[in-house]
């Protein structure tokens, strides 16, 4: 198996015209930011900017959005989590989200109103960590399962935040099947960032929480000089966190929005296979679902980030294990004066696929058709840090996942 790739020209669209993005509007997406403002423990994450290794791929501009640095729980996953549960609060109490912070949510007199609640999630590690961190800090009760395979690292961090957490015997889809029976039986909440029919809302919110990474970065570029990268790379699982990054930019920007690659592991590729397919439809991955990318070892897309990722997007890859362990090994090992950047397998993969296909003549016709050059201002979001630091060592210390022979750059 290699890498392989679909370009949206060949995708058709099951609706005339393109999915509404109103969710990702700025106006929806300053409110989000108000919320998430509330948190003491908030602040942008750092936009790292490579230009040695920009240099080393022949283009203008690197940059790196390091959400390993996101509220200290090592990744990106706590704004979706933190915002829908607070989003799902208010409604509850039948107040408007912009006039509770989460520490009024915390308030004994709040806590009256809302009652015992449960939030129940199904993860991979990095989205139940988050629900989890919302939920303790609202005294309230969590209880996250995991698919099989999990690392213990994991789990036990999600058990840290206050969580009941077990690593079941399911893959990721069928731990969502779970959990769902499980928040049935119990009267708990689920706050999941994949949907179904009469579930639609809080991915949503999920989806909004995320976005906020965006438009940090809008604000981070705009100190640069820069009004948006040419070009992003985003990593789908589900595809809630692509469809975020890809609903803002082209609700922002519309046909100028940056040219989009989305980038999934070939063992879980839910959204490639959506695209390949070619009936506008989203197309269910089976079996184990085996990958070192684990965030992203999803089988069920999210349908409404299929419609954006469906509508928007330009291209759609599926990649080997390899291409994310040499991500993690590039920004592990920095060139010249570029800052080091510690990478989990999930977080790594779109700088790991870009640097091959900017080195490795046979993949000259992918840069053709996404227009890269000299000119080109390529970003990339690491979603999570070394959250299994057993798996990171092993990659970066060890080699585990080379290239291989016929696939060497050098």
């Given at each position: 198996?290699?890498?392989?790739?679909?370009?949206?020209?060949?995708?058709?669209?099951?609706?005339?015209?393109?999915?509404?993005?109103?969710?990702?509007?700025?106006?929806?997406?300053?409110?989000?930011?108000?919320?998430?403002?509330?948190?003491?423990?908030?602040?942008?994450?750092?936009?790292?900017?490579?230009?040695?290794?920009?240099?080393?791929?022949?283009?203008?501009?690197?940059?790196?959005?390091d959400e390993s640095y996101r509220f200290g729980l090592n990744a990106f996953k706590v704004l979706g989590g933190a915002y829908a549960i607070g989003k799902y609060l208010s409604k509850k109490l039948g107040?408007?989200?912009?006039?509770?912070?989460?520490?009024k949510l915390c308030s004994k007199e709040i806590k009256k109103k809302i009652g015992e609640l449960v939030f129940v999630s199904a993860t991979d590690g990095n989205h139940g960590r988050g629900v989890a961190w919302a939920a303790n800090r609202l005294g309230q009760k969590s209880v996250i399962f995991m698919p099989k395979g999990s690392?213990?690292?994991?789990?036990?961090?999600?058990?840290?935040?206050?969580?009941?957490?077990?690593i079941t015997e399911y893959n990721y889809d069928e731990a969502v099947e779970y959990a769902k029976k499980y928040a049935e039986k119990h009267n708990g909440v689920m706050v999941q960032d994949t949907d179904?029919?009469?579930?639609?809302?809080?991915?949503?919110?999920?989806?909004?929480?995320?976005?906020?990474?965006?438009?940090?970065?809008?604000?981070?570029?705009?100190?640069?000089?820069?009004e948006k990268p040419t070009h992003i790379f985003l990593q789908a699982g589900v595809g809630s966190f692509a469809s975020s990054i890809q609903g803002y930019y082209s609700a922002k920007y519309g046909d100028q929005s940056p040219i989009s690659v989305i980038v999934e592991p070939e063992g879980a590729a839910c959204i490639f296979k959506s695209a390949s397919i070619n009936d506008?439809?989203?197309?269910?991955?089976?079996?184990?679902?085996?990958?070192?990318?684990?965030?992203?070892?999803?089988?069920?897309?999210?349908?409404?980030?299929?419609?954006?990722l469906r509508d928007y997007s330009n291209m759609y890859v599926s990649c080997p294990d390899y291409v994310a362990a040499r991500g993690m090994r590039i920004l592990a090992n920095p060139l010249g004066n570029d800052f080091k950047v510690v990478s989990g397998e999930s977080g790594a993969v779109g700088l790991g696929l870009f640097s091959i296909l900017t080195q490795k003549e046979k993949y000259q016709d992918i840069l053709e058709l996404l227009k890269i050059d000299?000119?080109?201002?390529?970003?990339?979001?690491?979603?999570?840090?070394?959250?299994?630091?057993?798996?990171?060592?092993?990659?970066?210390?060890?080699?585990?996942?080379p290239m291989p022979v016929e696939q060497n750059t050098y």
């Amino acid at each position: 198996m290699g890498i392989k790739w679909i370009v949206n020209g060949n995708v058709k669209q099951s609706d005339k015209t393109q999915t509404p993005l109103d969710c990702f509007s700025q106006e929806e997406i300053k409110s989000v930011r108000l919320f998430i403002n509330y948190f003491k423990e908030y602040k942008p994450t750092p936009l790292v900017k490579l230009g040695s290794l920009a240099k080393e791929m022949g283009i203008e501009n690197i940059w790196i959005k390091d959400e390993s640095y996101r509220f200290g729980l090592n990744a990106f996953k706590v704004l979706g989590g933190a915002y829908a549960i607070g989003k799902y609060l208010s409604k509850k109490l039948g107040m408007d989200s912009n006039e509770l912070s989460f520490e009024k949510l915390c308030s004994k007199e709040i806590k009256k109103k809302i009652g015992e609640l449960v939030f129940v999630s199904a993860t991979d590690g990095n989205h139940g960590r988050g629900v989890a961190w919302a939920a303790n800090r609202l005294g309230q009760k969590s209880v996250i399962f995991m698919p099989k395979g999990s690392a213990k690292a994991r789990l036990e961090n999600i058990r840290k935040e206050g969580a009941e957490a077990e690593i079941t015997e399911y893959n990721y889809d069928e731990a969502v099947e779970y959990a769902k029976k499980y928040a049935e039986k119990h009267n708990g909440v689920m706050v999941q960032d994949t949907d179904w029919e009469g579930y639609k809302e809080i991915p949503t919110w999920i989806m909004q929480g995320y976005a906020v990474i965006a438009d940090e970065i809008s604000e981070q570029l705009k100190v640069q000089g820069v009004e948006k990268p040419t070009h992003i790379f985003l990593q789908a699982g589900v595809g809630s966190f692509a469809s975020s990054i890809q609903g803002y930019y082209s609700a922002k920007y519309g046909d100028q929005s940056p040219i989009s690659v989305i980038v999934e592991p070939e063992g879980a590729a839910c959204i490639f296979k959506s695209a390949s397919i070619n009936d506008g439809n989203p197309h269910t991955v089976k079996g184990d679902l085996d990958t070192i990318m684990a965030g992203l070892a999803c089988g069920k897309p999210n349908t409404m980030s299929w419609d954006i990722l469906r509508d928007y997007s330009n291209m759609y890859v599926s990649c080997p294990d390899y291409v994310a362990a040499r991500g993690m090994r590039i920004l592990a090992n920095p060139l010249g004066n570029d800052f080091k950047v510690v990478s989990g397998e999930s977080g790594a993969v779109g700088l790991g696929l870009f640097s091959i296909l900017t080195q490795k003549e046979k993949y000259q016709d992918i840069l053709e058709l996404l227009k890269i050059d000299q000119n080109s201002r390529v970003l990339f979001i690491s979603t999570e840090g070394a959250t299994d630091p057993l798996g990171y060592r092993q990659i970066v210390w060890d080699g585990y996942h080379p290239m291989p022979v016929e696939q060497n750059t050098y």
